[in-house]
């Protein structure tokens, strides 16, 4: 527990000494930051839009908002940050379309088929080994039906609010703590525990009328992305 802890210390302080480096105009301090995050931003906009293709240009626009703005950060988490104008972007794109996203799944299936859960690893796109040649436990069965889960998951965040969406994705997927998400929505504790604990029902309740494949849903661990 101890090495963790310092572990964490060092990577806060060298993602600190990056984001000092990028305010004072360091392109590749700032590069370096995207390789951090981009992963982790790409698939929040995933999961909130539904579309790869749009998912990506959302977080494109957010690294490019948040080049621009570095100099104004001022808070203690990057991420969450990051985060908010990666949210805001998605937010932008729903009143751009004027009606809600529609589910497009291919480039999560495509990650899930590779043996790497979506939103971890590489940039889409990569050339991977097949899952069956690195690991050898590797069960398509068992795959098959992550596959499974995972779409019905998603099909069924996408029928959530955009806000209860948001802090579900943010809570249960990105392992993000209830203050980071504060910052992330710009509201208060209560209110981020209330959405959250609104929107699990509200997916229960979806799951559970498309026949839910697996147990009842639970809190990962931190760090540890449930979808």
């Given at each position: 527990m101890s ?12 993602e ?71 949210s ?12 809600r ?127």
């Amino acid at each position: 527990m101890s090495e963790r802890r310092d572990d964490d210390e060092r990577a806060r302080a060298s993602e600190q000494a990056l984001i000092a480096r990028a305010q004072r105009g360091d392109r590749a301090a700032f590069n370096r930051l995207v390789e951090l995050h981009q992963a982790g931003a790409y698939a929040l906009a995933l999961r909130m839009l539904g579309d790869p293709d749009t998912a990506a240009d959302v977080t494109q626009d957010a690294f490019f908002s948040a080049y621009r703005a570095i100099a104004s950060f001022r808070g203690t988490s990057f991420r969450a940050w990051l985060y908010r104008i990666v949210s805001n972007g998605c937010y932008d794109t729903f009143r751009a379309q004027s009606r809600r996203p529609s589910v497009s799944l291919e480039a999560t299936l495509e990650d899930e088929r590779e043996g790497e859960p979506a939103g971890q690893g590489g940039q889409h796109g990569d050339a991977r080994l097949p899952a069956a040649l690195i690991d050898t436990t590797w069960d398509p069965e068992r795959a098959a039906l992550r596959v499974e889960v995972i779409e019905r998951i998603q099909s069924a965040l996408l029928r959530l609010g955009p806000e209860q969406r948001l802090a579900l994705v943010l809570s249960d997927v990105q392992g993000l703590s209830y203050d980071e998400i504060a910052a992330v929505m710009g509201t208060s504790l209560g209110t981020v525990k209330s959405r959250i604990a609104r929107a699990r029902g509200h997916l229960r309740d979806i799951l559970s009328r498309q026949g839910e494949p697996f147990g009842p849903a639970r809190r990962p661990e931190r760090g540890q992305t449930s979808i």
